[in-house]
């Protein structure tokens, strides 16, 4: 009989431990998915939705299961081992989804430090979460022990080597390319919803492959030093006012801003940019070589604001999500450093290209997003005009000068026909009908952004107020599938023009003044030698790195892809000490940047106009006991300072239907429910972002009721 029990129980567990195999690493994505999401539902959801992600995602957690049991020598071991590893960085990713409406990055991790403050905010987890967490690892417990049993080396060998051979596969996508196969793909530019379509753990094995950032071989202080002092050029070439007075500086960065005028067999019914075409004329202007074609827009911003170059970056990266995670110095920190308002403006989500965080590690002060825009739309998108009335709105607050860094997105893709609610320009030449209709498309857009230009030039040029303006494309338009519409016009022959590089990636830029005597220069330079160029032409003080910068712009104006190197006559060691530097900044020490590099990131950085504060409030509550019963809703009417258009009113923490109108003013109706019997309502209003996140806000405040 004893031994028939043992042995049922010998049976029980061998297959025990043959379900546990399959089945804990479906219950272990499960978990990760669960934590990630904060409802089970959602990660239920996700497997039926994603099914293919989550089956490469279940591959990557059998690897690691496999590996894990071999290491251990049992499945209760491997469990607890993989249910640590897999479980403390899920957690601390959902805080940070709380608090910032991104997961942690394994950048984050490995180049940054500001995760390590998350786990002071595990309060904020919502307690049926913990006891979902706690239900997970309880029922993986009781079946990793269940199905426990004695492995032998043989066998542990064999699932070492199958647990590490598969998630080489996976991470190589060799040599079955299963990515493609299941047509995995990522949302470089919002990893929040990549990590939201492929899962945590396959998000988080893909973005690895942007951590492959050599460190240079003689990295060190002494090197890193040496290399700065070794090409620094002069600070400035004395254009400042004799009067020492400090001028505005405003760079715009106009998406998708071309000359298609450029195209000689494509006629415009006019000219759409006959206001950049007169500046031309009489200032500094010409063509910057983007590192982009047709998107990538932050890693131009990256460029021109830090100086920092993605020719040192890997192939298909964003350096704002992926390399900018702590304080990187640029134009923004300099001009703080000199008394400036640094103010980034972009009419775009707070949270794209992870703008929020990296704007506050540049040194900028401010940064105004689209949610706190008026709601002014051409097209699908923000109105140039609105950005250039931002602009004029900010620079008029402030006390002293203003560094604004400002983006555009009128002229985003798509540029179909009947994008905007009128053309005004018709397009000639030997073109498709379709092709005409883009390029219709996106003639009316750059001359939207040429008007731009020419409001803000003809406000400062009334202003007493010196002010330079900077005005430039981040990339060439993409018009139309594998550049149709360029090769229809017959501007290219295809991807293997021979002077594809000159023609596809090359966007203008101008420079204007109100009061700096500027040469008239023509330009043709790499995105990140544009602000040391700025800052020694008009005599503004700089930095060392922006001088080593204007150093090296003289010898090498023009840092091509490393494909077009040789034939551009440029060595490897030409640009060792700029790559050296750059390492430092953004991987190192930051020994360039000294006692410096702990000041970086702005003290009172702020989403908005300023702090949101309510001025007063009123409740207009309906004083017929009989009207209340039968539903008659109180009026509350609220005015907030540096109030946005986009804001929410709250009643006693409950969201409410909020109208806005000028001048601050919120109002909106409160239900019975919420007002009947109190003699007190507590009224916030809050900005919330199309993540859920509150990125701006009021403090409570008490408002007395009356009509009881």
């Not at 929040?192 to 492959?209: D, F, I, K, Q, R």
């Not at 739309?377 to 203003?402: C, N, Q, T, W």
């Not at 039968?630 to 109030?643: F, Q």
Request: with cysteine; glycine share 8%; proline share 7%.
């Amino acid at each position: 009989m004893l031994t028939a029990f043992r042995g049922v129980r010998v049976a029980v567990r061998r297959a025990m431990f043959v379900l546990a195999l399959p089945l804990v690493p479906v219950w272990l994505v499960l978990l990760v998915e669960y934590v990630n999401r904060g409802m089970l539902r959602e990660a239920g959801r996700w497997i039926y939705d994603f099914f293919p992600p989550f089956l490469l995602n279940f591959g990557i957690v059998l690897g690691l299961w496999l590996a894990a049991a071999a290491l251990t020598g049992g499945l209760p071991g491997a469990f607890l081992l993989l249910t640590l590893l897999l479980l403390l960085p899920s957690i601390l990713s959902r805080v940070q989804y709380q608090l910032l409406g991104t997961p942690v990055f394994p950048w984050e991790i490995v180049y940054g430090k500001e995760w390590l403050s998350l786990p002071r905010h595990l309060g904020e987890i919502r307690p049926q979460l913990w006891g979902g967490i706690l239900f997970f690892v309880l029922v993986g417990t009781a079946v990793s022990f269940l199905g426990r049993r004695r492995m032998r080396v043989r066998f542990r060998t064999f699932c070492a080597l199958l647990g590490i051979g598969l998630l080489a596969a996976l991470y190589r996508d060799e040599p079955f390319p299963l990515q493609k196969w299941l047509k995995i793909s990522t949302i470089p530019w919002d990893q929040a919803e990549s990590y939201a379509h492929n899962g945590y753990l396959l998000s988080t094995l893909l973005n690895t492959a942007f951590l492959k950032v050599d460190k240079p071989a003689d990295y060190g202080k002494e090197s890193v030093l040496r290399a700065a002092a070794g090409l620094a050029g002069p600070s400035s070439a004395g254009a400042s006012p004799a009067d020492g007075t400090r001028p505005n500086v405003i760079v715009i960065l106009s998406e998708s801003f071309w000359d298609p005028t450029v195209m000689d067999k494509v006629r415009f019914s006019r000219d759409p940019l006959p206001f950049l075409h007169s500046l031309q004329q009489s200032f500094p202007s010409g063509w910057l070589l983007s590192p982009q074609l047709g998107g990538g827009t932050a890693n131009v911003e990256f460029e021109v604001l830090t100086g920092n170059s993605m020719r040192f970056l890997p192939d298909w990266s964003l350096a704002y999500i992926s390399y900018v995670n702590r304080g990187v110095d640029s134009l923004a920190g300099i001009f703080s450093r000199q008394g400036y308002t640094a103010t980034a403006i972009n009419p775009f989500y707070n949270w794209f290209f992870n703008s929020r965080s990296v704007y506050r590690d540049l040194g900028f002060g401010r940064f105004i997003s689209s949610e706190f825009f008026p709601p002014v739309f051409k097209g699908p998108y923000l109105a140039d005009s609105e950005v250039a009335d931002m602009i004029i709105r900010e620079s008029e607050k402030s006390d002293g000068p203003d560094f604004i860094f400002a983006n555009t997105m009128e002229n985003h893709h798509p540029y179909d026909p009947g994008k905007f609610a009128e053309n005004t320009i018709t397009v000639e030449g030997d073109l498709s009908e379709r092709s005409k209709g883009i390029l219709e498309t996106y003639a009316q857009g750059i001359s939207d952004a040429d008007k731009m230009l020419k409001t803000l030039v003809e406000h400062y040029s009334r202003t007493r107020e010196p002010t330079i303006l900077v005005f430039f494309g981040d990339h060439l338009p993409s018009l139309g599938e594998n550049d149709e519409v360029y090769v229809d016009a017959g501007y290219i022959t295809g991807r293997n023009d021979p002077d594809y590089l000159e023609k596809m990636y090359r966007t203008p830029v101008v420079i204007w003044s109100n009061e700096l005597p500027l040469r008239k220069d023509s330009l043709y330079l790499s995105p990140s030698f544009l602000g040391p160029w700025l800052l020694h032409e008009t005599g503004l003080p700089g930095s060392a790195y922006t001088d080593f910068l204007y150093g090296l712009y003289r010898q090498i104006p023009v840092i091509p892809p490393r494909s077009e190197w040789e034939a551009m006559n440029i060595r490897e060691s030409d640009l060792a000490d700029y790559r050296l530097l750059q390492y430092d900044i953004l991987f190192g020490r930051q020994y360039l940047y000294g006692p410096l590099k702990n000041a970086i990131i702005h003290p009172d950085f702020r989403l908005g106009y300023g702090p949101m504060t309510i001025v007063s409030a009123a409740a207009d509550v309906p004083t017929d006991p009989a009207a209340r019963e039968n539903g008659a809703k109180a009026r509350l009417t609220v005015r907030v300072n540096n109030a946005s258009p986009e804001g929410t009113l709250l009643a006693d923490g409950e969201a409410l239907e909020t109208r806005y109108e000028s001048g601050g003013v919120y109002s909106a109706d409160v239900p019975p429910v919420l007002y009947e019997g109190k003699k007190t309502l507590t009224v916030q209003v809050k900005v919330i972002d199309a993540k859920q996140v509150t990125i701006a806000e009021t403090a409570p405040y008490p408002l007395e009721l009356s009509g009881f």
